[in-house]
């Protein structure tokens, strides 16, 4: 269909249902709850939905899908667009063998044949524009001959790009015409969402996401990443490393396997917390579908993570507010963790500290005084951020993001072993991170995040101290003040020596002692 009469079709419907009207009419105290009843009411249509699909074929049944997971769970709206492009993925045909072939051909922009020994042309997996494929390269790379291959439909990929420059059309359109449009910021709701859709088909970021996070994990017996083939990476293909896995979620499988359930739980609970809480950097829309058991001699019982396309990042003042804030909420200090939010701009400045330690009281005693087989630290978690919402506060939604990553892998560890405890558990993991945070690793790292400042400031030391000393010989009026400012260079001057001594002294101690320790 050409874009020009795709445009005025779409804008035809936006005429046609009065979207303008239909915001009017919606009751003034309950806007946002009475639109997203109205949405699911219009997706039980049969009619509006074939209309739309028709407009809009590659976003149609997405945006069907958006509307009854935003109608039936309104309070997570910020993962709804990756949980409704998860339940279409079934919906989506992978292409057949031999468009298969030359896709991964004009991918690779080469035969296969020149590449690979085998490549099985039948998907092994489908999804959203995308399907993956098993292979056997010619040559091994890295000591890896057996890859998988995941290649992104560049034909859908373009379709759904069109439709979304569509559907940012329209939203500028309607801010042009309506204040109500221009209130709920449609052109940046639009370009949000088209940035979330796209994001999922950059396979050199995932590529990327996927090196970072076997970075993170280098050495660990409890988890394995599989390496990326970067020569076989392209704009629309991702190769790594294939591993023989199995889902986390197939208990008759592990148990055929010798895989001990308990270990397992217990390290999808370490890994989750450790990836979001001390790298800072984990899966945005981690659940059960996403974590899988190694089942190779070699690796048997790791963890293996897939789907690298949607990861999230928690800077370091987040990250060390939720360690140091579950810390204390574990140890029931709530005016600490109060005076936290408040440090952290979580609520506003002039709300009162116990008011909100009343709060986060309210809120988390009833999971402590829960039988310890019964608590989830997923659930405390929750109200450690949602407690400022009574205050007109919010965190930010990474935080959101990283807990309910957490809380999702809590469940998957309780449903592989139900006896597993995830509550001392997360404690444990938690503390041992903020204990390294404030002991001599905190500290090294800290100093080296202020080396790269000190290093433009040392320089001008000499620069700085000489403007100081005819600051104040400036200032001097009489000989007794010039006095007075010689005996205070001296002094300091000898202050310095010493200090400089000692650390001389102590380096040269550690560094003797480091060396007996090696020995």
Not at 369 to 389: C, I, K, M, T
Not at 418 to 445: F, M, S, Y
Not at 479 to 490: F, S, T
Request: charged share 20%; net charge neutral; aromatic share 6%.
């Amino acid at each position: 269909m050409p874009p020009l009469f795709r445009r005025l079709l779409l804008l035809f419907h936006a005429l046609r249902y009065g979207a303008r009207l239909i915001w009017l009419a919606a009751p003034r105290e309950h806007k946002l709850h009475w639109m997203i009843d109205l949405l699911g009411r219009l997706h039980t249509a049969s009619q509006s939905g074939r209309s739309l699909n028709g407009v809009l074929p590659a976003l149609g049944p997405l945006a069907s899908r958006f509307a009854e997971t935003l109608a039936e769970r309104p309070e997570l709206a910020t993962g709804t667009v990756h949980d409704a492009i998860e339940a279409i993925d079934h919906m989506e045909a992978p292409l057949p063998p031999h468009e298969s072939e030359q896709a991964l051909a004009r991918a690779f922009g080469r035969p296969l044949a020149t590449l690979f020994s085998a490549v099985d042309l039948v998907p092994v997996r489908g999804g959203f524009a995308e399907q993956t494929h098993f292979a056997r390269l010619l040559v091994p790379v890295n000591g890896h001959s057996e890859v998988a291959i995941k290649l992104v439909r560049a034909e859908q990929v373009q379709q759904i790009g069109d439709e979304l420059a569509l559907l940012r059309w329209v939203a500028r359109w309607l801010e042009k015409f309506s204040g109500s449009a221009r209130r709920l910021q449609l052109r940046a709701l639009a370009q949000t969402f088209t940035d979330e859709i796209l994001r999922r088909f950059d396979l050199r970021a995932e590529a990327a996401n996927l090196s970072q996070t076997g970075h993170h994990f280098d050495g660990d017996a409890r988890i394995i990443v599989p390496n990326v083939i970067w020569d076989l990476c392209t704009a629309h293909t991702l190769t790594m490393q294939r591993i023989s896995t199995l889902p986390a979620t197939d208990l008759p499988g592990l148990h055929a396997h010798h895989i001990k359930l308990a270990p397992l739980a217990t390290h999808i609970v370490e890994v989750v917390t450790e990836q979001a809480f001390e790298h800072g950097f984990f899966h945005a829309t981690l659940d059960a579908r996403r974590v899988r058991v190694s089942i190779e001699p070699d690796t048997l019982g790791r963890l293996v993570l897939a789907e690298f396309s949607v990861m999230s990042s928690l800077s370091t003042g987040e990250r060390e507010f939720f360690v140091h804030g579950a810390t204390a909420l574990f140890d029931q200090d709530y005016g600490r963790l109060a005076e936290m939010h408040r440090d952290a701009g979580h609520v506003p400045h002039d709300t009162r500290a116990e008011m909100l330690e009343a709060e986060l009281r309210t809120r988390a005693e009833a999971h402590f005084a829960a039988n310890p087989e019964d608590r989830s630290a997923g659930s405390l978690f929750q109200h450690l951020l949602h407690a400022v919402h009574p205050f007109d506060g919010a965190v930010s939604g990474r935080l959101a993001n990283a807990q309910r990553s957490f809380h999702q892998a809590e469940m998957l560890a309780r449903a592989l072993h139900p006896g597993v405890d995830t509550w001392n558990i997360t404690r444990g993991v938690l503390a041992e991170i903020a204990r390294r945070d404030l002991d001599h690793r905190g500290w090294i790292k800290r100093l080296s995040r202020e080396l790269p400042h000190l290093a433009h400031m040392l320089p001008r030391l000499p620069q700085l101290a000489v403007r100081y000393l005819q600051h104040e010989h400036d200032r001097a009026r009489s000989p007794q003040q010039n006095a007075r400012l010689l005996a205070a260079v001296a002094r300091e001057y000898r202050r310095t020596r010493v200090l400089l001594w000692a650390c001389a002294v102590c380096g040269g101690v550690i560094g003797a002692g480091a060396v007996l320790l090696m020995q």
